[in-house]
């Protein structure tokens, strides 16, 4: 019976330093990616696009125009309004 106690007993730190090690590795993969693609994802601008509004929009959805301009405004003014927005954009990423 010794032999099955140190054979065990050889198994169990070999299953221990296995589990350790795949944690670390776990965690370091994790740790770069933070908690999956979502939290490395940069959070929506949901400000109106309309020149000067300080509204908050519902979203891309609805084309980033708050309420009170998507009554106001025309389609066409509207898509007007998110061209000049990435226009203003685009200059500023160059």
Known sequence: MPTNHRLSTLLDRFVTQLAGEIATRARRELGSAGLGKRAARQK??????????????????????????????????????????NEKRDVRRA
């Open 44 to 85: 929506l601008d949901m400000r109106c696009r309309v020149d000067g509004c300080k509204n908050r929009s519902r979203g891309p959805r609805f084309g980033y125009i708050c309420d009170v301009h998507q009554e106001k405004l025309s389609k066409r003014q509207q898509q007007a309004a998110r061209d000049a927005w």
